[in-house]
């Protein structure tokens, strides 16, 4: 019996190396592991912490935007170093000499450059756009047929999501050749108004400062206006209409939701006035047969 055991325990030691090498190796796998989940935690905490220390300094609206922009592309791109660092330490522990690798692939770097090119576009327009504050996370723009907000920016691609249907554009840095910002420095919410021929103008023109005198009565909607309104005066004659044209300069985001209000407001006024706003109207006509 005792001859047994030593049999078993000689045994048992002579494999425990073994055991050691498939425990460390596993412990090395798991370590790498939560190292990466960690560094990537620990990146996106520290990024967060510290554009958020700087954008609560900055009173300007375009800094913060820029910032935020610069922000999501940093995260993204230190995300994707981490990565890369945790695939060449999982290679390397699987017993995988990396240096060839990165030899082979300097070489095909050197053969994809040349067919890369609309890749390279994408990234160098993405520098001038962030450099330049072209556009920020944020801003409503145009490009092309497709509108909408964007809601992530990286160096080679834009992601813009569309207000009206919310599909989602992804778009090519290197795709951009003019781009509309409707969000940039401040807006004009432009109002258009109709009245009939009868109406005395300068009775026109009194009642639609009244209604913008009502409106920024508002606090919300006195915050984002930023000068008096331009009543530009007659400017068209139309079939059955005089066209008036005006507009108030707002805070960017702010054009749409001061010209429904204000919209609103003039139709009141306008009510309460008796100032006609015209329509157009079919008149049919009956003749009776003799």
Not at 217 to 235: R, S, T
Request: with cysteine; proline share 2%; hydrophobic share 45%.
């Amino acid at each position: 019996m005792e001859n047994f055991l030593n049999y078993i325990s000689l045994n048992f030691f002579e494999l425990q190396p073994e055991y050691i090498k498939i425990i460390t190796f596993f412990w090395n796998i798991t370590k790498c592991t939560v190292l990466f989940v960690i560094a990537v935690k620990f990146l996106r905490w520290f990024l967060d912490k510290f554009f958020k220390n700087i954008t609560t300094r900055l009173d300007s609206q375009e800094r913060i935007q820029q910032l935020l922009t610069l922000k999501t592309i940093t995260i993204h791109t230190f995300q994707v170093i981490v990565f890369l660092i945790y695939i060449a330490n999982m290679l390397y522990l699987f017993g995988i000499d990396v240096r060839p690798l990165l030899a082979t692939a300097g070489v095909l770097g050197v053969a994809l450059g040349f067919g890369a090119k609309r890749f390279v576009e994408d990234i160098i327009t993405g520098l001038i756009i962030l450099v330049e504050g072209q556009i920020r996370v944020g801003d409503y723009i145009e490009v092309d047929n497709m509108s909408g907000f964007v809601e992530k920016i990286t160096l080679p691609m834009v992601t813009v999501r569309s207000d009206k249907t919310g599909a989602v554009y992804f778009i090519r840095c290197g795709y951009i050749d003019t781009v509309i910002n409707h969000t940039m420095g401040y807006a004009y919410a432009y109002v258009p108004v109709e009245v009939a021929y009868k109406e005395d103008l300068t009775k026109v023109y009194q009642t639609i400062k009244n209604a913008y005198n009502k409106l920024i009565k508002h606090p919300e909607y006195k915050a984002v206006c930023l000068n008096e309104i331009e009543i530009f005066g007659l400017d068209e004659f139309k079939e059955s209409s005089l066209l008036i044209k005006c507009r108030i300069k707002t805070a960017p985001k702010s054009q749409w939701k001061i010209k429904r209000e204000f919209n609103k407001i003039i139709k009141e006024e306008f009510e309460k006035e008796n100032i006609e706003i015209p329509f157009n109207q079919l008149v049919v006509t009956t003749l009776k047969e003799d």
